[in-house]
């Protein structure tokens, strides 16, 4: 069974910074596009970032020069990076990977999402 298991959400105060990550495990045998999306209470979930498995970054317009998106291919693991945060950025944060198992197949994964809280 291959599962995304996210980390590292929680408080911080306006101006922080906090850092992400998320780790796949299980029979994979490659991952593509791995993202960060968000979704804030009575919010549509929404795309703060994603890498390709090349290194290509895309970051939404609202978390540029703030957030920075990278990944480890060795431990297929992505991080988000997030500095400067403001109360806005408060939401759940979910990780996506598009994986190829070993035992053939294409999936789109999501994790259970981790809270980012940004107050004083």
């Known amino acids: 069974q291959v599962q995304l298991v996210e980390s590292g959400g929680g408080l911080a105060q306006p101006g922080g910074s906090l850092r992400l990550s998320c780790a796949a495990s299980?029979?994979?045998?490659?991952?593509?596009?791995m993202g960060w999306y968000r979704q804030a209470p009575g919010k549509e979930r929404e795309l703060v970032a994603s890498?390709?498995?090349?290194?290509?970054?895309n970051h939404a317009d609202s978390v540029k020069g703030r957030f920075t998106i990278s990944r480890d291919n060795t431990k297929n693991t992505v991080y988000l990076q997030m500095n400067s945060l403001k109360p806005e950025d408060t939401a759940v944060y979910y990780c996506?990977?598009?994986?190829?198992?070993?035992?053939?197949?294409?999936?789109?994964?999501w994790g259970k999402g981790t809270l980012v809280t940004v107050s004083l």
């Open positions: 996506k990977a598009e994986v190829i198992k070993y035992s053939g197949g294409y999936y789109v994964l």
């Open positions: 299980g029979s994979i045998f490659s991952i593509g596009v």
């Open positions: 890498i390709t498995n090349g290194g290509t970054t």
